[in-house]
């Protein structure tokens, strides 16, 4: 997994060069024309496999299961954030974000219940290491849509595949119990996406794009977003 780590962090720094430059040419997606093809293949994939999978679980789990199913998943999670927020020097939010793993893994049961939020421990907004990059000066760079993996960056889409292996989920040496856990958080995830699907508006590929890269910005500067004038504010 390290050398993984290295090879990506290496592959991601070469491609600061065509960030800086497509940055500089004030568009964020040079490559729309890919990304409109990937994207009508991902788009075609979820409507015919994912979508109908996913409304299915939602008609017949009860919603306190569905809820705390996605707890599960999302308490996992706080995994990739703790390593993710060491790597930022967040350790005031690692220390809070390992006490939520260990409170909800064991009182919770396995994070079924948010048992750390009752005790002063809230879940933050999640980290991730395409947000790591950005906090080690790594620039963004084009828009990029991945096959599968869904909406990205150049810096933010590889990123994936770390989080992916950090993931203690990845560690699970049965194959066959490891994919069928994710195929349930893909599900389960899919899922939680249904009722904000209804949102979309307008041209669907620009509509994902610019929400994206919006709250990819939000999550980068921890909420602070820049107005007209170059400041930073809530």
Not at 152 to 160: N, Q, S, V, Y
Request: proline share 5%.
């Amino acid at each position: 997994m390290k050398r993984t780590m290295l090879l990506l962090v290496g592959i991601l720094l070469s491609g600061q060069i065509l960030a800086d430059s497509s940055e500089s040419e004030g568009t964020q997606d040079p490559w729309e024309g890919f990304n409109r093809k990937v994207f009508v293949f991902n788009d075609t994939l979820d409507t015919y496999a994912l979508k109908p999978v996913a409304k299915g679980y939602r008609a017949i789990t009860p919603d306190p299961v569905e809820d705390g199913v996605s707890r599960m998943f999302s308490n996992v999670g706080e995994i990739v954030n703790v390593v993710n927020d060491l790597l930022q020097g967040k350790f005031r939010q690692a220390g809070n974000d390992t006490g939520r793993f260990l409170v909800n893994t064991t009182i919770g049961l396995v994070g079924f219940f948010d048992v750390a939020d009752d005790l002063g421990m809230p879940k933050n907004e999640g980290e991730d290491f395409g947000q790591t990059l950005g906090v080690w000066g790594v620039g963004e760079g084009p828009y990029l849509v991945l096959p599968l993996l869904g909406p990205g960056t150049l810096r933010d889409g590889p990123a994936k595949i770390v989080d992916f292996l950090i993931d203690p989920i990845s560690e699970i040496d049965h194959v066959p119990t490891r994919n069928q856990i994710h195929g349930v958080g893909v599900v389960s995830g899919r899922a939680d996406l249904l009722k904000a699907e209804e949102l979309i508006s307008g041209d669907k590929y620009s509509f994902i794009r610019d929400v994206y890269l919006q709250r990819r910005e939000y999550l980068l500067n921890d909420g602070q977003v820049e107005d007209d004038f170059g400041d930073y504010s809530e």
